[in-house]
């Protein structure tokens, strides 16, 4: 099946400081989400972005397809911020999402 | 309205005991899902319901997992002969239709302790 990386796993920043995190697969896909997931356990949709540009206030995000990555551009973090960020693809039957294993995010005040 | 809900949200039970896990999903989505995930990982998909019936199941590790949505509403996840292995946190999320572009909204999940 597809397989999902993201890197970093984990990182630490000082609050107003910006991030990108990365996403990689490893077969096409025509759909990719991120999801943040808080302290305490709750996942939210940020993105759903397949292919281009998308920004939501201060984050943003870019999928390229044909290079089979996408990034989560994070700026002026704040403290709720903190959290695992998940990127997630179809799997090859594209009825379910397979999910890489995070970059869990600290952001000092 | 109303987001996913999942009951209980705490669940510890001994090892062989039978457990159920219930999911409200948002009213009118037609599909749902179960993931789970172990301690410092992503969640892992289970099932997929589209309506009443179990669209994929190829996620359930092994036959002790079983889950029913027989109204096409509430899911119950339910677990035979548990084994310490199954401790996790159980996930449910719904969408509206199922398709590719849906948006995935999450439940808060059920965390399973097995002693």
């Known amino acids: 099946g597809i397989q999902v990386e993201q890197s970093p796993p984990d990182l630490i920043l000082q609050e107003g400081a910006n991030s990108t995190l990365r996403c990689n697969f490893s077969?096409?896909?025509?759909?990719l989400q991120w999801f943040h997931q808080n302290p305490w356990g709750q996942l939210i949709n940020l993105f759903y972005?397949?292919?281009g540009t998308k920004q939501n206030g201060r984050l943003s995000a870019t999928t390229v397809a044909t290079e089979r990555y996408s990034l989560l551009y994070i700026s002026s973090s704040q403290t709720t911020d903190s959290g695992v960020y998940f990127c997630a693809v179809p799997d090859n039957y594209g009825q379910n999402f397979v999910f890489g294993p995070g970059t869990r995010l600290s952001v000092l005040p | 309205g109303a987001g996913v809900s999942q009951t209980p949200s705490n669940k510890v039970t001994e090892k062989g005991k039978y457990v159920e896990l219930r999911c409200d999903p948002i009213?009118?989505?037609?599909?749902l899902y179960w993931y789970r995930q172990s301690l410092g990982q992503g969640p892992e998909f289970l099932i997929y319901?589209?309506?009443?019936?179990?669209?994929?199941d190829s996620g359930l590790p092994n036959d002790r997992f079983f889950a029913v949505r027989p109204e096409g509403s509430v899911s119950t996840l339910k677990i035979q002969r548990t084994e310490r292995g199954d401790s996790a946190v159980y996930l449910c999320a719904s969408s509206l239709t199922g398709a590719f572009t849906d948006t995935q909204y999450f439940g808060p999940g059920t965390r399973l302790t097995v002693l």
């Open positions: 009213s009118g989505h037609t599909a």
């Open positions: 077969d096409s896909v025509n759909n």
């Open positions: 319901f589209q309506g009443t019936g179990a669209a994929d």
């Open positions: 972005i397949p292919s």
